[in-house]
C-alpha cells in the first residue's frame, strides 16, 4: 500500500533550487520513519545524523543534552553564526498507515513528522557542505525528545548556545491541512506556552448521611473547577489567548463516603509571558481562596515546562523573504489572526536566541492532509526539497560575505 503520490518537483524558481538528491533523502526520511524512538531514547536516528554529518565534513557533537547532536561547519572568515535545529523523536502511538516504511516498533511511531524535519536538515546540510556557499558558521542542531518539551531546554542546559554561540536560529514544522508548496512565518507569538498544575484539596472525610459532620473536599472541588472557569473569560483581554483545562479529578471510592482529599490536575496554555504570569496567579488565588471558604486546605504544584513561543521581528522578515523567494509571496502566509494551539520546545530556544519557527504546508486531502499525533499521519515526502531550499536559501542569506 501507498499513500504518498509520485514525487514531482516543485515549481522553484531554478536558480535558487540546490542540489538535492530528493530519492536519497526521501529513503533517509523513512528509514527513521520505520524505526521510531521516543524521548531522549533516539540512539540509532542519532548516530545516523552524526554519522552523515560527519561524512558531509562537519565538526560533529554527540550526546548534548543526552542525545542531540550538532554538526558545526566554518566556512570562510564571516563572523556571524547561524543555527538551525531539527527534532528526532517519535510518539508511543500505534501506528495504523498500512505503508511498507511504517513503524517497526509496535506501540511507536512518527505521528508528527519529525523524521521529515530530521530528513529536511540533513538533505540541506549535504547541499551546503557540497556548495559551501556561505560565509560564516553554521550550526545544525538535532534535538530529541520535544514531544516531553525537554529536550531543548536539556540541550541549553548542557552548553548548547555556550559552545556553539548562534546569533539567530531557526526552525520548521510541517502542517497538515496547509497547502503543500506554501509556508507559513509568522511574527510574535506563534505557540502557547505549556504548564500543568497538580492541585490537592484535603478535608475531612465522613460518612454519606452526615456531611455536616465532614469538611468535602469534592463540594470545594466542584466550586474550585467552576471558578476556574472565569480566569480566562474575565481576565485575559479577547484578542489575547490562554487556556485552562481541567484535565483529571480523583477523588473517592465508594458511593456512601466523603472522601479526605480530591486531586485535580490542570493544564495551562497562554501565548504571551504577561498572560501567562496574569493566569498563573489567577489560579493560585481561586483554588487557594475558594478552598478557604469551605473549610478545607489547597495545595498547588504548579510546573512551568516551556514558555510561549515568540518569533523576532528581523528573523521573521528574513524568512519571509526566502520564502517569497523560492515559493512566490501569495503562498507565504505572513499575517494571521493566530498561530498554533498547541506547545513547542523550541520556544525554549527561542528565549534565549532571537530567530523564528516556520510552517511548511504537508498538504491537504490524501496526501498530507491527516492531522499530526493520528495513527493514520504520515509526512508528505512532497515537500521535503522545499523544506531543504529553506535551509540552504536561507543559510545564504543569513551568512552571507560582507560586502
Known amino acids: 500500500m501507498t499513500r504518498q503520490p509520485t514525487l514531482t518537483p516543485f515549481q522553484l524558481r531554478p536558480h535558487l533550487l540546490p542540489a538535492i538528491d530528493t530519492e536519497t533523502f526521501v529513503n533517509i526520511r523513512r528509514q527513521i520513519h520505520a524505526q521510531p524512538e521516543l524521548g531522549f531514547e533516539v540512539g540509532a536516528t542519532s548516530r545516523l545524523v552524526a554519522t552523515l554529518l560527519e561524512s558531509w565534513g562537519y565538526e560533529v557533537h ?8 550538532v554538526g558545526q561547519l566554518k566556512v570562510g572568515n564571516g563572523t556571524r553564526r547561524l543555527g538551525i535545529r531539527a527534532d528526532m523523536d517519535a510518539l508511543p502511538i500505534v501506528e495504523a498507515t498500512g505503508l511498507p516504511y511504517a513503524s517497526k516498533t ?35 542542531i538535532f534535538q530529541p525528545d520535544e514531544e516531553n518539551l525537554c529536550g531543548a531546554r536539556a540541550m541549553i542546559q548542557d552548553g548548547l548556545f555556550e559552545r556553539f554561540p548562534c546569533d539567530a536560529i531557526f526552525a520548521l514544522h510541517n502542517m497538515p491541512g496547509v497547502p503543500a508548496g506554501s509556508f507559513r ?10 504548564d500543568v498544575a497538580d492541585v490537592t484539596i484535603r478535608g475531612v472525610g465522613g460518612h454519606g448521611a452526615m456531611p455536616h459532620r465532614s469538611k468535602d473536599p469534592i463540594a470545594a472541588s466542584a466550586a474550585i473547577i467552576t471558578a476556574l472557569q472565569t480566569v480566562v473569560a474575565r481576565n485575559v483581554a479577547p484578542d489575547d489567548t490562554a487556556v485552562v483545562s481541567v484535565g483529571f479529578i480523583h477523588a473517592g471510592a465508594t458511593h456512601n463516603v466523603i472522601p479526605e482529599e480530591v486531586k485535580i490536575g490542570l493544564n495551562v496554555r497562554a501565548a504571551r509571558p504577561e498572560t501567562r504570569a496574569l493566569v498563573e496567579a489567577r489560579i493560585y488565588e481561586i483554588v487557594s481562596l475558594t478552598a478557604q471558604a469551605h473549610g478545607v486546605t489547597a495545595q498547588i504544584d504548579y510546573r512551568q515546562l516551556t514558555p510561549p513561543m515568540v518569533n523576532a ?20 502566509v505572513t499575517q494571521a489572526p493566530k498561530g498554533l494551539n498547541g506547545s513547542e520546545d523550541f520556544a525554549w530556544m527561542l528565549d534565549t536566541v532571537p530567530g523564528c519557527y516556520l510552517i511548511l ?11 499530526v499525533h493520528n495513527p493514520g499521519y504520515d509526512f508528505n515526502d512532497q515537500v521535503l526539497p522545499l523544506g531543504a531550499a529553506a535551509w540552504v536559501r536561507l543559510a545564504q542569506r543569513f551568512l552571507a560575505p560582507a560586502s
Do not use: W
Not at 117 to 137: N, P, Q, V, Y
Not at 185 to 194: A, H, K, W
Open 361 to 371: 504546508g504537508n498538504g491537504e486531502g490524501e496526501f498530507g492532509g491527516c492531522m
Open 62 to 69: 554527540t550526546g548534548i543534552g543526552k542525545s542531540g547532536v
Open 313 to 332: 521581528a528581523g528573523p521573521t522578515a528574513l524568512a519571509a523573504e526566502v520564502c517569497q523567494e523560492l515559493v512566490g509571496t501569495e503562498q507565504v
Open 185 to 194: 512565518v509568522l511574527e510574535g507569538p506563534v505557540s502557547l506556552s505549556s
Open 106 to 140: 509496535p506501540g511507536r511511531m512518527h505521528a508528527c513528522g519529525h523524521d521529515g524535519h530530521t530528513a529536511i536538515l540533513l538533505a540541506a546540510a549535504k547541499a551546503l557542505a557540497d556548495s559551501r556557499s556561505f560565509d560564516g558558521t553554521l550550526n545544525l
